[in-house]
């Protein structure tokens, strides 16, 4: 991917929550397509490795959770974490962090990734397919900047961390705005 680019049109399959079930597991399945989330909207999306892994928990997803009110005052209306794992893992992450601001889309199939050319084989830490580091401002469907971690490639023993983080990402948009304004 790359800026001007249109981001893959792919259907997720998520899990919402529906009071109407009743019982112990009130969740339904619902397809999400590209259009739902990004349509309309300026969004910051990023991509990592998996959910519950240490970066993630630790310094990404709490990053973009807590400087979302930064986001927003730069004209970012959504900010989305993906991950190549399915709808129970994500909502359950999403449970644990205590997310009022990010919110997660599950690619368990990593179609979305495979389409921006994402994936990659992460072997020797058993995790199989999965996506790369990355980030991206995207507006109405369209990269408007991409934030990718540098050494992609399959079965690589690293997981660099920076270029996809949410303060590179927050001073990329201030740059930008301010040369707007200018």
């Known amino acids: ?46 991509s990592l490795p998996g959910a519950f892994t240490p970066t993630c928990s630790t310094y990404q997803l709490p990053g973009y959770e807590n400087g979302a009110a930064d986001f927003s005052a730069e004209g970012i209306d959504e900010i989305y974490c993906m991950s190549v794992n399915d709808s129970f893992v994500m909502n359950k992450w999403a449970e644990s962090q205590d997310l009022k601001n990010v919110k997660v889309i599950p690619d368990g199939s990593g179609t979305f990734t495979r389409l921006a050319g994402m994936l990659v084989r992460k072997d020797p830490q058993g995790f199989g397919w999965r996506s790369w580091r990355y980030a991206a401002v995207i507006d109405n469907g369209v990269v408007e900047a991409w934030f990718e971690e540098p050494g992609r490639e399959d079965d690589k023993d690293v997981d660099p961390y920076g ?20």
Request: glycine share 6%.
């Open 163 to 182: 270029e996809s983080s949410p303060e590179t990402v927050l001073n990329w948009l201030r740059e930008a705005n301010r040369e707007a304004a200018a």
């Open 1 to 46: 991917m790359k800026s001007g680019l249109s981001i893959p049109n792919v259907t997720f399959k998520t899990r919402v929550r529906d009071e109407s079930i009743g019982g112990d597991n009130p969740f339904r399945w619902q397809d999400m397509t590209t259009d739902d989330y990004f349509k309309g909207k300026r969004v910051v999306l990023f």
